[in-house]
């Protein structure tokens, strides 16, 4: 491969590597209605990338009488049993993971969860996916402020500029686009805009380093802006 390879490649999870948002849904509308209020799945959608604690605001807005901790605690507790009996992997994310990592390029796994529920997907992977985990209850400020993904370069030690970042959601796609990082946007349960600056993916599947390589390339020789 004459391309050159990302410094690092940054990837999201809910809603990238996993199908888990339909899980967040269920566990947030089960919790508004415990408490007598309305939950739309309209609702539940405007919340996906949102840090849990900025989506505990908004449901105790709706209704639930806890306090934010006890909300997040709620959420991921229900999510984190879906998650143990089964991982939903998108189609290619393990794959597009092996020829990242076979490729000896660094990996972060950049995500709004907790550490804990990070911590059993990234377990699940056959193999030693990331270098390290960035997760939602150990950064400042949430997507999409850019904090997370400027924690994940500054822990790799490369140039956020150099690296690629892979997300789904509005949140996602503008925290890394304001860090710096080459992203590519791969909606699944939101709609991204054309022009918010990443590239946009259908899907991972049949996806390489070979892909990434050739968008570092691009961006280097001003192709890709």
Request: net charge negative; glycine share 8%.
């Given at each position: 491969?004459?391309?050159?390879?990302?410094?690092?490649?940054?990837?999201?999870?809910?809603?990238t590597l996993i199908d888990s948002e339909p899980y967040w849904i269920e566990e947030e509308t089960a919790?508004?209605?415990?408490?007598?209020g309305t939950w739309s799945h309209e609702d539940a959608l405007s919340l996906v990338g949102n840090g849990?604690?900025?989506?505990?605001?908004?449901?105790?807005?709706?209704?639930?009488?806890?306090?934010?901790?006890?909300?997040?605690?709620?959420?991921?507790?229900?999510?984190?049993?879906?998650?143990?009996?089964?991982?939903?992997?998108?189609?290619?994310?393990?794959?597009?993971?092996?020829?990242?990592?076979?490729?000896?390029?660094?990996?972060?796994?950049?995500?709004?969860?907790?550490?804990?529920?990070?911590?059993?997907?990234?377990?699940?992977?056959?193999?030693?996916?990331?270098?390290?985990?960035?997760?939602?209850?150990?950064?400042?400020?949430?997507?999409?402020?850019?904090?997370?993904?400027?924690?994940?370069?500054?822990?790799?030690?490369?140039?956020?500029?150099?690296?690629?970042?892979?997300?789904?959601?509005?949140?996602?796609?503008?925290?890394?686009?304001?860090?710096?990082?080459?992203?590519?946007?791969?909606?699944?349960?939101?709609?991204?805009?054309?022009?918010?600056?990443?590239?946009?993916?259908?899907?991972?599947?049949?996806?390489?380093?070979?892909?990434?390589?050739?968008?570092?390339?691009?961006?280097t020789t001003g192709a890709l802006r």
């Amino acid at each position: 491969m004459n391309a050159p390879t990302p410094a690092a490649v940054l990837f999201d999870m809910d809603g990238t590597l996993i199908d888990s948002e339909p899980y967040w849904i269920e566990e947030e509308t089960a919790l508004v209605h415990a408490f007598g209020g309305t939950w739309s799945h309209e609702d539940a959608l405007s919340l996906v990338g949102n840090g849990l604690w900025d989506s505990a605001a908004v449901l105790q807005s709706r209704g639930v009488d806890l306090t934010a901790d006890e909300i997040v605690e709620r959420l991921v507790n229900g999510v984190l049993g879906r998650i143990r009996d089964e991982v939903p992997w998108l189609p290619g994310a393990q794959e597009l993971l092996r020829s990242v990592r076979d490729a000896g390029v660094p990996t972060a796994l950049v995500t709004m969860s907790t550490r804990d529920l990070a911590e059993v997907v990234a377990d699940a992977i056959p193999f030693p996916a990331f270098d390290t985990l960035v997760t939602g209850d150990d950064v400042p400020q949430p997507k999409p402020h850019p904090a997370p993904y400027l924690t994940a370069a500054e822990r790799l030690g490369v140039d956020i500029e150099r690296c690629i970042a892979i997300e789904d959601s509005v949140p996602g796609v503008t925290s890394a686009v304001a860090s710096g990082a080459l992203t590519i946007g791969v909606p699944l349960h939101s709609t991204l805009d054309e022009d918010a600056g990443h590239v946009r993916w259908n899907g991972l599947a049949g996806r390489t380093i070979d892909d990434l390589a050739e968008l570092i390339s691009a961006r280097t020789t001003g192709a890709l802006r």
